[in-house]
T-cell receptor
Framework: DVKVTQSSRYLVKRTGEKVFLECVQD?????MFWYRQDPGLGLRLIYF???????EKGDIPEGYSVSREKKERFSLILESASTNQTSMYLC????????????FGPGTRLTVL | QQQVKQSPQSLIVQKGGISIINCAYE??????FPWYQQFPGKGPALLIA?????SEKKEGRFTISFNKSAKQFSLHIMDSQPGDSATYFC?????????????FGRGTQLTVWP
């Protein structure tokens, strides 16, 4: 069974802290994605990666960075967390030509105080 | 600019009724239109998808209708059940793209009353 795991289900951080969200997939997928989900705004793409060490900005990259050192792992970094980054963060993966099927992790609910 | 527009934002339907969610797009390069279903506490999961060379696709109680000239597509859930209560996202993509990016609508929260 395909699986995307995220390091934490819930996370509480302080303003200004550096935050790491980890995502691991076991499907040997080339593409990986980070989204944030907010009520009424749907799924907004932050960053994605189509290969190791490769990354592309999504629609809302400001305040975030990413790292992909291994094919199975994609990390989202909040360099200096702010309260407006309180959100649900979802990781997903797909094959290079996945015909529209992305596999999602369960999400990390991040609260920044 | 939002690439895929979805309505309504929320929908309440009685058990046994028909749920209808609508989406529209502008980019004519899109050639694959999946729908994702998300239950509380879970990530979205692929529900059903359609290519623009067909006007309708049915899987069980779920049907996608596609109108290429109007650049619109919709999800119909027949005989809606309380277990269908979830958030539904339409999406669009370009199948030949190696980046595999999906452009999502903002989602519809469906509640089916027993």
């Amino acid at each position: 069974d395909v699986k995307v795991t995220q390091s934490s289900r819930y996370l509480v951080k302080r303003t200004g802290e550096k935050v790491f969200l980890e995502c691991v997939q076991d499907m040997d997928h080339e593409n990986m994605f980070w989204y944030r989900q907010d009520p009424g705004l749907g799924l907004r793409l932050i960053y994605f990666s189509y290969d190791v060490k490769m990354k592309e900005k999504g629609d809302i990259p400001e305040g975030y960075s990413v790292s992909r050192e291994k094919k199975e792992r994609f990390s989202l970094i909040l360099e200096s967390a702010s309260t407006n980054q309180t959100s649900m963060y979802l990781c997903a993966s797909s094959t290079r030509r996945g015909a529209g099927e992305q596999f999602f992790g369960p999400g990390t609910r991040l609260t920044v105080l | 600019q939002q690439q895929v527009k979805q309505s309504p934002q929320s929908l309440i339907v009685q058990k046994g009724g028909i749920s209808i969610i609508n989406c529209a797009y502008e980019n004519t390069a899109f050639d694959y239109f999946p729908w994702y279903q998300q239950f509380p506490g879970k990530g979205p999961a692929l529900l059903i998808a359609i290519r623009p060379d067909v006007s309708e696709k049915k899987e069980g109680r779920f049907t996608i209708s596609f109108n290429k000239s109007a650049k619109q597509f919709s999800l119909h859930i027949m005989d809606s059940q309380p277990g269908d209560s979830a958030t539904y996202f339409c999406a669009a993509t370009i199948r030949g793209s190696t980046l595999g990016r999906l452009y999502f609508g903002r989602g519809t929260q469906l509640t089916v009353w027993p």
